[in-house]
């Protein structure tokens, strides 16, 4: 049995986490639960899974949750009682679903306390990829991709050497805006945003996946994940969001992960490898598709692709600036702050004005994300001012 703390468990994948622990109870046990503030549905999960450890980042919603829940769950709040949960003792594997850059330093306490990461953050790997890939060989932690992108990628490599990679290719749906032009872009609203054709998902990545910032910030994780170059990552639009992603490798073949477009495959993986185990997740009828298709890309209407790009290859602290640009550029569009093309414009500039440093410890990466997110808010003030 497995023992599985999840960080994050009120969010969309930490809820769907669960809904597979609920469906294997012989198979995980949950040690510890973590939210930022979602008291009701966190007491809800408190008493059904009976983990040891419960925590709400916000106090104010802590303090209501104890004096409610009346159980033998212990109640921790604040980041001191993230750090509690992501080293706990009785676990062995923990699932990293928290949204953006606050998942790096608890992902980074549960390597140091030698806990197995799946790894739903992918910012973590943005951010910080070649420290925390570092610490996690030198304290013999194993990180499992959750990204159902990611997860196909590790799949398709099983038995395979990471050497005989020629590409990665990412699929991406397109989100709901594909094939829109930048005029229409324009005009585009949260609530179109938030209309995805294909995934269900929270508000901040269901942005990022219209943006196509999303797959942008899957391309730097890949980049850590598999150990390859930028040049041999490539993405391509595949609406239908069946094949998950493929790998070519050096002779010309290629490999494809298929399944229907639903989180809880690429999870249960994650929590369960290196075992595959029964599932009742709805099955893949190929009989009933009526076409795969695949499409390059529109990076000019939809820049924040190539920027995470230009981010990756510049290295160093870049893609830490990228992702707290587009962090705050989301969430003031989410606001209703700025408008929806701002988000691009918002990470270009704060990249342009970037002093690069190439080679930075976890001290500069903190300190580039705060300066990052300083430098963005005041993006949005400018713009919000011209309106």
């Avoid at 049995?1 to 949950?30: C, F, R, W």
């Avoid at 009346?70 to 080293?87: D, K």
């Avoid at 495959?265 to 997740?281: D, G, T, V, W």
């Avoid at 009989?287 to 290859?313: I, M, V, W």
Wanted: proline content about 4%.
């Amino acid at each position: 049995m497995k023992h599985i703390a999840i960080l994050g468990s009120t969010g969309s994948i930490g809820t769907q986490a669960l809904d597979v622990i609920a469906a294997n109870p012989d198979k995980y046990n949950v040690t510890v639960l973590a939210a930022y503030h979602n008291e009701q549905l966190l007491q809800e999960q408190i008493e059904y899974f009976k983990p040891q450890l419960a925590v709400l980042i916000d106090k104010q919603a802590a303090d209501r949750l104890a004096a409610s829940y009346r159980g033998p769950t212990q109640i921790v709040t604040g980041e001191e009682g993230l750090l509690e949960a992501a080293v706990f003792h009785q676990t062995d594997t923990v699932l990293t679903s928290l949204v953006g850059f606050a998942g790096l330093k608890p992902t980074i306490a549960a390597i140091k306390a030698k806990k197995n990461i799946a790894l739903a953050n992918k910012e973590t790997l943005v951010a910080a990829g070649q420290l925390v890939m570092a610490l996690a060989k030198d304290y013999n932690v194993s990180v499992y991709p959750v990204d159902s992108e990611h997860s196909a990628i590790f799949q398709c490599l099983q038995g395979e050497n990471n050497k005989h990679i020629g590409r990665i290719i990412l699929t991406a749906s397109g989100g709901p805006f594909r094939g829109r032009t930048a005029k229409e872009l324009a005009h585009v609203t949260v609530e179109d945003c938030l209309k995805h054709p294909n995934w269900s998902m929270g508000r901040k990545i269901t942005i990022d996946s219209a943006t196509l910032a999303n797959k942008g910030l899957e391309v730097i994780e890949a980049k850590w994940l598999f150990g390859v170059a930028y040049d041999q990552i490539d993405v391509c639009v595949h609406p239908q969001s069946i094949i998950h992603s493929m790998v070519e490798f050096i002779d010309g073949s290629v490999m494809a992960q298929l399944g229907m477009p639903d989180m809880r495959l690429p999870i249960q993986y994650a929590l369960s490898y290196p075992e595959r185990i029964p599932s009742k997740f709805p099955r893949l009828d190929l009989t009933a598709l009526s076409a795969l298709t695949f499409t390059e890309p529109d990076t000019g209407n939809f820049p924040a692709l190539k920027l995470a790009y230009t981010a990756g290859n510049k290295g160093g602290t870049m893609p830490c600036v990228f992702n707290a640009a587009n962090e705050v550029a989301v969430y003031a569009f989410l606001q209703g702050k700025i408008g929806f093309l701002d988000i691009a414009q918002i990470i270009s500039y704060t990249m342009e004005i970037h002093s690069l440093v190439t080679t930075p410890d976890l001290e500069q990466i903190y300190a580039a994300d705060t300066w990052a997110r300083q430098c963005a808010v005041q993006a949005v003030s400018d713009l919000g001012r011209k309106a």
